[in-house]
């Protein structure tokens, strides 16, 4: 099963272009760039303009985006030390096809997530339409007879 992103596909080159242009903002003046204040910075501005489930839709790619923009600027493996792995981990837990969303709410708004999960989940429960599944009995197509058995069917249709 494949997992569809959320957002579109401008939304995320403009989503990727922040954090790349934050990362070689970061490396220009010499600072260390803590992807886990990125993410929670980010994740707090995103919650206070659109809202707690926008801002889970957007932070979901975000640690795969700063492992790509991590190897893909110039020379910013080599100027910037940095550790991946974290960020790799919690790539894996964001993407996971059933918990995803939930561990990305878990990780920047645990005291919200019950709430909103709850919300979600009442949300879902109205948009569900319950379609009972009936039967449908098969019916025998209509078998024409030879009238030998050498012959084949020499009835119209």
């Keep these: 099963m494949n997992i569809t992103c959320a957002i579109s596909p401008s ?12 990362m070689q903002e970061a490396k220009a003046k010499n600072k260390t760039f803590d992807p886990n204040v990125y993410m929670d910075d980010l994740f707090n501005k995103i919650k206070s303009k659109s809202g707690v489930d926008t801002a889970v839709k957007f932070l979901q790619p975000v640690p795969l985006m ?10 910013y493996v080599d100027d910037v030390v940095m550790d991946v792995d974290p960020v790799l981990r919690l790539n894996r837990l964001f993407t996971d096809e059933g918990t ?44 024409f007879q030879p009238i030998n058995i050498f012959s084949g069917t020499l009835q119209q249709f």
Excluded: C, D, W
């Design 11 to 22: 939304q995320l080159e403009k989503l990727y272009k922040h954090v790349s242009i934050n």
């Design 66 to 75: 700063i492992f790509k923009a991590y190897t893909t600027i110039p020379n």
């Design 100 to 143: 995803g969303l939930r561990n990305v709410l878990n990780a920047f708004a645990p005291e919200e997530s019950q709430s909103v999960l709850k919300e979600a989940m009442f949300k879902t429960e109205l948009a569900s339409v319950y379609i009972p599944y009936t039967r449908i009995e098969q019916i025998e197509p209509y078998r």
